[in-house]
């Protein structure tokens, strides 16, 4: 077989999945990925391709097994710039609230750039099921401005907040399960 032919034909299904993967999710300001998508590891890579620099991923650890964990790691990532996080960890200090928060977050997200660019959130699915994280995630795309995309990976990513997010035009589930 021509091995140029075939790699002119894998670069060609590339581009087509590309073009796919940017149709659906262009105007989508959330998106979960799960894990077992039979092409987790391409739509990750064709996710950083299309947003190269302006991607920042991270990765939940179990150390991140409650909302305020988790956005404590988030805010003190050192993927972000020094002064990113200030909102997040003052509303931490200051209030219980997961919907102050959440606005906190958005806040941070809107200083962060100033053209488009995407969160990738790993393992989501550490959060627990609890009624803090769904108000946090409900409340969080309401204040996120238009320049901000989020794909989050993970089996059982809140289910309610999802679908209401899906219905307000804010989700994309890319919820495939087959191997």
Known sequence: MDNMGYMDRVEAVA???????REKTH????????????????L????????????YYYAL?????????FLTGFSHDAMF???????????????ESPREWARAMAQDLTALRDEQFMVLLDNLDLLP?????????????????EKFRSSSMGASCAATPGMILLWLGWLLRWATMNP
Not at 32 to 39: A, K, S
Not at 62 to 67: G, M, Q, S, T, V
Not at 81 to 95: C, E, H, V
């Open 81 to 95: 710039p020094i002064n990113f996080g200030l909102s997040i960890r003052n509303a931490l200090q200051s209030s």
């Open 129 to 145: 099921k609890h009624d803090d994280v769904d108000a946090f995630f409900l409340e969080l795309p309401r204040h996120l401005p």
């Open 44 to 55: 990750i890579a064709l996710l950083y391709k299309h947003y190269e620099d302006r991607m």
């Open 27 to 42: 105007d989508k300001r959330i998106i979960i990925l799960y894990p077992r998508h039979r092409q987790h590891t391409a």
């Open 15 to 21: 581009a087509t999945a590309a073009k796919a993967v």
């Open 61 to 69: 650890s179990e150390d991140d097994n409650d909302l305020r964990s």
